[in-house]
């Protein structure tokens, strides 16, 4: 089993940055891939990012290209998601998933989830 915590989501106004991190724990030696979802309200749960266990690989929806970042400390035991250039757009949940069985996309996909995080960018 892995457990993900997401934490830094909060209030920023449209252009400004946040971080958010995921700190897993457990059995993690399998995990080969961690990514980030989120979900608005009234709408279904997109994918946002996925990097690979070595952080060789990264995936990103069009939608946040150029302006999110995905990375992740081994040591540490963290995935972070950078988002700058926020768009009110990007207002959501945001959650962490990981181990994912198939496709590194597709939500339903991913074994172990964490509960999100709020990010809300006013404009």
């Known amino acids: 089993q892995v457990q993900l915590v997401e934490s830094g989501g909060g209030l920023v106004q449209a252009g400004g940055s946040l971080r958010l991190s995921c700190a897993t724990s457990?059995?993690?030696?399998?995990?080969?891939?961690t990514g980030w979802f989120r979900q608005a309200p009234g709408k279904e749960r997109d994918f946002v990012a996925v990097?690979?266990?070595?952080?060789?690989?990264?995936f990103y929806a069009d939608s946040v290209k150029g302006r999110f970042t995905i990375s992740r400390d081994n040591a540490k035991n963290t995935v972070y998601l950078q988002m700058n250039s926020l768009k009110s757009e990007d207002t959501a949940v945001y959650y962490c998933a990981a181990d994912p069985e198939g496709s590194w996309k597709n939500p339903a996909d991913f074994h172990f989830w964490g509960q999100g995080t709020q990010v809300t960018v006013s404009s």
């Open positions: 990097i690979s266990e070595r952080g060789s690989t990264t």
């Open positions: 457990g059995r993690t030696a399998d995990v080969y891939a």
